[in-house]
């Protein structure tokens, strides 16, 4: 009876032992599948982390190279607004400018033609005469007003070697009386031209 008993002892604890290793493999395979679940997660985030690094950066790239581009076509197209209004500004600057100085040179020249002009002369080019005085000087004039002009600058410059010289640059009337290396402009054309810019500037009529 005794030895029924300690072999009936004998299979309990075999099986107990058999289901003591059975769940102990149990829980290693659970604990190794939960490891490799979380070995296989954090793979997955890292690699996601790392797409989307990717995504984010090309995307920034492209995004950069928009505000890049659309900056050169802001600045191109600011600067291309700015040229046409300055030309358009410069063409309405040049037809009002004109029309305020048609008159002028239309006054210049009839005056050039009176029996004022002569006198006129030879009083602008009297205003260097010391300068002048006991110097060789070229005295240019338009090539119309050399025969009418030749003794008002005798006249003038009393103590000077003149000599008359044509110059075609000029077309309102008056003289250049050049001495030396000095160059005395008293022509019309030049006195026209400083009441023009003079007129630019107290106005504001000049373009940037």
Known sequence: MAQKNKGRMSGIESSADAQRSEMFEAS???SASLEAQQ???EGEREAK???DEARHSNVDTQLDAYRRAAKRAAALEAAVARRENRDRLLRY???LVNGLFAEAWEAAQAFAKSEQYPSFVQTCIARHA???AGQACSVRVRTTDIPLLEKVVQAALPDSRCE???DDSIQLG???LECGNVLFDET???RLAAQREAFLSQCGLRVQ
């Open 93 to 95: 600057r040049r037809q």
């Open 174 to 176: 008056g003289a250049k």
């Open 39 to 41: 070995i296989v997660q």
């Open 130 to 132: 010391s300068a002048c």
């Open 164 to 166: 008359m010289c044509p």
């Open 28 to 30: 290693v395979l659970k």
């Open 188 to 190: 019309l054309d030049d």
């Open 49 to 51: 982390r790392i797409v």
